[in-house]
C-alpha cells in the first residue's frame, strides 16, 4: 500500500487538484510524509526494541547454558582426576600383586632348597649315629678284648 505522500504527489502530477492550490498539496504533501515517517520511525523503534529484547532473552539463555555446561565440564575434570588418580592406584596395586607373586615364587623355591637340605641333614646325620653307633660298638669290643 502506497503512503499517503505518494498518492497526493500521484494525483498533483496527474493533474487532479480537485480544487485545491498547490500551496495545500504541498503542505498536505509534507504533512503526511512527516506523518507517515514518524509512523514508519516509530514502527522501526518497536521493531528494533522487540529484536533487542529477544536477543537479550538469547544471550540469557545461551549465558545460561554455558554456565550449565561449564559446571558440568568442571564436574567431568574433576571425575577424571579421580579416575586417572584410581587408575594410577590400581597400576600401583597391580605392580604391588606382581611383585608379591616373584616374592612367593622365590619363597617357595627357598622352601624347596631348605626341605633338601633338611632331608640331606637328617640322612648325614643318620649316618654319622651309625657310624658313632658302629665305632662306639667296635671301641667296647676291643675294649673288651
Given amino acids: 500500500m502506497a503512503p499517503l505522500g505518494a ?72 571425575r577424571l582426576g579421580v579416575l586417572q588418580a584410581e587408575n594410577t592406584l590400581q597400576t600401583r596395586v597391580d605392580i604391588l600383586q606382581a611383585e608379591n607373586n616373584t616374592l612367593r615364587v622365590q619363597l617357595q623355591a627357598a622352601l624347596s632348597v631348605i626341605s633338601s637340605l633338611e632331608q640331606r641333614l637328617k640322612f648325614h646325620l643318620k649316618s654319622l649315629l651309625e657310624q658313632s653307633a658302629t665305632s662306639g660298638t667296635t671301641d667296647r669290643l676291643s675294649n673288651a678284648a
Fill in 7 to 78: 498518492k497526493v504527489r500521484s494525483a498533483k502530477i496527474n493533474g487532479r487538484s480537485g480544487g485545491r492550490s498547490e500551496n495545500e498539496y504541498e503542505v498536505g504533501e509534507t504533512m503526511s510524509d512527516e506523518t507517515y515517517l514518524l509512523q514508519r520511525i516509530m514502527g522501526l523503534e518497536t521493531e528494533l526494541s522487540y529484536f533487542a529484547e529477544s536477543s537479550r532473552q538469547q544471550q540469557i539463555r545461551h549465558n545460561t547454558e554455558i554456565s550449565r555446561l561449564q559446571n558440568d565440564n568442571r564436574k567431568l575434570q574433576a
